[in-house]
Each structure stands twice: as structure tokens, then as C-alpha cells.
């Protein structure tokens, strides 16, 4: 299955469009990983640990919107975006979302 942020696919083409399709993932961070975290934010530098759990989370985004895109039948999809979110007040649990249009291709 081809995965694209493009509208259009080099040398194929679109012969069906199928229609949205969505992987949503909610992940939580626990509270040593927010320990660690906290204590980098103090002394600067990146979180390592939110990176790799975001990376983690956008991964099965992706593997949720390739199911759901075989679903209808699709060979693609296009125009792939991503959103993140936190979604409580103390930023733990994260939401990650991979939209894209599910199409087929020749």
C-alpha cells in the first residue's frame, strides 16, 4: 500500500477515490516517563521519551489508516496528514491522528 502526503502518486493513477479514512491512536505517558521529562524540560534539551512515545503513537496512526483504507478496498492513500493533541488538562494521554483519501491506482 502506498502512503502519501501528496495529492497525486508518481507514474500511477487514480482511477477510484473511496473516500476518507482515519487511524486514531490515544497514548498516556506515565509518571516516570513524565519524571524524566519534567527534568529534561528543567535543564533544556529534548525529550527523548515524548519523541519516541509520539513516533510510537504516529506509527500506529499509520498502520490503522492503512486497515481502514484495505477495508474499502483501496490500494493508497493520499493527502495524508497528521494532527496531535493533547487531550486531558495535565498533558499525559496524547492523540494522534493520520487522515488521508483512500483511492485506487493503476
Do not use: C, H, P, W
Not at 502512503?3 to 477510484?16: A, K, L, Q, Y
Not at 516517563?33 to 506509527?59: H, K
Amino acid at each position: 500500500m502506498i502512503i502519501t502526503t501528496t495529492n497525486t502518486i508518481e507514474n500511477r493513477r487514480i482511477i477510484d477515490y473511496k473516500g476518507l479514512v482515519f487511524g486514531e491512536v490515544v497514548v498516556g505517558a506515565n509518571i516516570i516517563r513524565d519524571f524524566f521529562a519534567s527534568i529534561t524540560d528543567i535543564f533544556g534539551g529534548r525529550s527523548g521519551v515524548y519523541e519516541s512515545e509520539l513516533n510510537s503513537a504516529r506509527q500506529d496512526a499509520i498502520r490503522e489508516l492503512e486497515a481502514e483504507a484495505r477495508k474499502v478496498g483501496a490500494n493508497a492513500v493520499v493527502g495524508v496528514s497528521f494532527e496531535y493533541q493533547s487531550v486531558d488538562s495535565k498533558g499525559g494521554m496524547f492523540l494522534v491522528v493520520a487522515t488521508g483519501t483512500a483511492v485506487v491506482t493503476q
